[in-house]
């Protein structure tokens, strides 16, 4: 389902439209979305992405231009989740904080990478797949495992070109 309320920039690729949840989102030119993806409201997808299949991007992601994100990737927004309130009622709105993450230009995630809330994945840097990134990740950098620790930094990354 594409919501009336997604922004949708020229060229957008959109892989199996009936296969996706798109909802209050913004979505730059000429990126390509694959199936069973779900963008929340408030999540910016920049021009020229790629957002593989069955990934979540939830409210408060920001993704800058040129980002990849692989399959099975999901963004998490909440540092304390829960179902209830303190009352027992179930959570409304106003009873959480949306904690933004943002990842930058040229940025590439691998599959089934889990990003925790309030980090920034920095230009070009590279996160391995099934990476658990819960600290920012500096630009160029490239890490992998759990949690996620750099292992090398590329040459050339600090040049956006």
């Known amino acids: 389902m594409i919501a009336p309320s997604v922004r949708l920039g020229k060229g957008v690729v959109i892989h199996q439209p009936d296969l996706v949840n ?7 030119d000429d990126t390509k979305v694959g199936a069973f993806v779900e963008i929340q409201k408030n999540a910016r997808i920049g021009a020229r992405c790629k957002i593989s299949s069955h990934s979540f991007v939830c409210e408060g992601v920001t993704i800058e231009d040129e980002a990849f994100i692989g399959h099975g990737v999901m963004f998490i927004n909440d540092r304390h989740p829960r179902a209830t309130a303190a009352d027992g009622a179930l959570q409304t709105e106003a009873d959480w904080a949306c904690v933004p993450t943002l990842v930058k230009r040229g ?18 840097a590279l996160v391995g797949a099934g990476a658990v990134v819960t600290k920012d990740v500096p630009p160029g950098a ?10 090398v930094r590329r040459k050339g990354s600090h040049e956006m070109g």
């Open 142 to 151: 490239v890490v992998a495992g759990v949690p996620a620790r750099a292992l």
């Open 22 to 28: 798109l909802y209050g989102c913004e979505i730059g």
């Open 107 to 124: 940025a590439s995630i691998g599959s089934g990478a889990v990003i925790l809330c309030g980090v920034v994945i920095g230009e070009r």
